[in-house]
């Protein structure tokens, strides 16, 4: 099956006749790098809360990793596909890197020694190993942004959507970011990343999806982002 499949899918925040999403579809076949591109308010962070089973559709279809998931039916969803929020300070609450990547595994109730191998693995892919007794608040925003990447990769998710992971960085730091994606792409993670960065988006994808004002306007390859759009 396909990693994503989304028929016609519509959704209207509760008391809102706005419809954030209006009868979007497309399909991200498994390992494709997709970009998510869009102005602010055209949807982007609706259609990745139906991604990982926060929401439902109004109406229309959402099936990720073959199968239509319900709200009750995301808590599982959720270790299947990863998010990594815009804000690493929304993501990070423990009082050392260990722990902080250590939480989602920990929480799955796995067997310490699972743990321990999850969280060095990732620490080690994000190349942040020698921070792992330091405490996560005191870490630079490039730094954040590693152990909250290193968090989701933890559960060993087939899907990872980043939420404009390269907002805020140096371009030594998006270079590197941009390395650790690839890397992530390589162990076989399927990637979509939400971005206004038409650069990182013409270099890095295969797939792109541009949204505005809920429609999905265009679904095609990087070509799209030279056209007057
Ligand atoms: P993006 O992530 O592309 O900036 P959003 O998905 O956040 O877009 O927003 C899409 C639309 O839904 C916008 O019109 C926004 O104002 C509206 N919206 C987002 N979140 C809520 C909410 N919690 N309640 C009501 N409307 C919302
Ligand atoms: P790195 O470890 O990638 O070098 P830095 O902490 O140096 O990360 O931050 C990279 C950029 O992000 C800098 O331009 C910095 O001003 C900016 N930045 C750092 N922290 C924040 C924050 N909390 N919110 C917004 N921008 C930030």
């Known amino acids: 099956s396909a990693a994503i499949e989304v028929r016609d899918a519509s959704y209207s925040y509760g008391g809102s006749n706005i419809e954030a999403l209006r009868g979007v579809s497309f399909t991200i076949e498994r390992g494709v790098k997709t970009v998510l591109m869009g102005p602010n308010g055209a949807g982007k962070s609706t259609l990745i809360s139906l991604l990982n089973g926060l929401e439902e559709p109004s109406s ?26 815009q804000d690493p300070d929304d993501q990070i609450f423990s009082t050392s890197v260990e722990e902080d990547v250590a939480f989602g595994p920990r929480n799955l109730g ?39 990447i290193a968090g989701v990769l933890a559960m060993r998710p087939e899907i990872i959507i980043l939420d404009e992971p390269m907002a805020f960085l140096d371009p030594k730091s998006r270079d590197d970011l941009q390395a650790m994606l690839d890397e992530l792409h390589g162990l076989g993670i399927t990637l979509m990343v939400a971005t206004h960065d038409v650069d990182f988006a013409a270099e890095w994808a295969e797939r792109v999806l541009l949204l505005k004002e809920g429609r999905l306007l265009a679904a095609g390859t990087t070509d799209l982002l ?3 759009a």
């Open 60 to 85: 229309g279809e959402v099936q990720v990793l073959g199968k239509r998931w319900t709200r009750e039916s995301g808590m599982r969803l959720r270790q299947r596909v990863g998010v990594v929020y």
């Open 110 to 148: 796995l067997p310490e020694s699972e743990v321990k191998e999850r969280v060095a693995d990732a620490l080690r892919t994000m190349g942040i190993c020698e921070l792992r007794g330091r405490s996560p608040f005191e870490l630079s925003y490039g730094q954040k942004r590693r152990v909250a």
């Open 226 to 228: 030279y056209d007057d």
